[in-house]
C-alpha cells in the first residue's frame, strides 16, 4: 500500500511540473547581396535587418527597405513611405499600392512564372532552364539568363554578354528579376525579396 501511495504521490509531482518550452525556431539566415553592374561597380547592396532587408545604392545611401511577413512583403521608399506589398495568392503573388489597389500579378505556370499588369496583359516571363533562369520580356525578348556560378549568380544577355553579377546568393529564380528595368531597383529589389523570403 505504501508503495502504491508513493508511486501516485510521483505520477501527480510528475503531472505539476511545467512543460517545457518548446525550442526556438531557427533563426532566419542572414542576408548580404551586391548587385554589381556590368562593370563591376556595385548598384544595390541588400542586407538583413531585424524584421526584412535594407536596400542601399552601391555608397551605402538608403533606398528603402521591405518588411517581410509570412505572406507578404511591404516596400518602403528612403523617406519611409509604404509604396508596395507583395501578397502571396493561390495562383502566385499581387503586388498591390499601399491602399491595396491591384498593379500587378506573378503567376505561376509550372515551374515557371509570367508577370502581368492589372489588365493581366503579359509584360515578363521567368522560364526554368536546366543550368538557371531566362527573364523574357511579352515578345519573347530575352532580357536576362541568370545563371548561378562559383557563389553568385551571373546575369548575361542572349549572347552571353554580361548584364551584371550578384554576391551573396545563387538564388537565380529571385534575383534574375533585378534585371527586370521596367521597374526602379528598389521595386526590383522587393519582387526578389519576395521570391527569396516568402514564396519559397
Do not use: H, N
Not at 518548446?22 to 548587385?35: K, L, S
Not at 500587378?104 to 538557371?132: M, P, V
Amino acid at each position: 500500500m505504501r508503495f502504491l501511495f508513493a508511486a501516485t504521490t510521483v505520477a501527480l509531482l510528475a503531472c505539476d511540473r511545467p512543460v517545457p518550452a518548446p525550442p526556438p525556431p531557427a533563426p532566419a539566415q542572414d542576408v548580404a547581396i551586391t548587385f554589381k553592374g556590368a562593370d563591376g561597380k556595385a548598384l544595390l547592396t541588400i542586407k538583413s535587418k531585424t524584421d526584412g532587408l535594407a536596400f542601399a545604392d552601391g555608397a551605402g545611401a538608403k533606398l528603402g527597405e521591405v518588411k517581410v511577413q509570412e505572406d507578404r512583403v511591404k516596400l518602403k521608399d528612403a523617406s519611409d513611405t509604404e509604396t508596395w506589398k507583395i501578397k502571396r495568392k493561390d495562383y502566385g503573388a499581387e503586388i498591390e499600392k499601399s491602399d491595396g489597389t491591384r498593379l500587378y500579378r506573378i503567376r505561376g505556370d509550372g515551374a515557371d512564372w509570367k508577370f502581368e499588369d492589372a489588365d493581366e496583359k503579359i509584360l515578363a516571363k521567368a522560364k526554368k532552364k536546366d543550368d538557371g533562369w531566362e527573364l523574357r520580356d511579352a515578345d519573347g525578348k530575352t532580357l536576362a539568363k541568370a545563371r548561378a556560378r562559383d557563389g553568385k549568380v551571373k546575369l548575361e544577355t542572349e549572347e552571353g554578354k554580361a548584364i551584371g553579377e550578384v554576391d551573396g546568393t545563387t538564388d537565380a529564380r529571385a534575383v534574375q528579376w533585378l534585371a527586370f528595368e521596367k521597374f526602379s531597383l528598389i521595386e526590383r529589389a522587393a519582387i526578389a525579396a519576395y521570391f527569396m523570403k516568402v514564396q519559397r
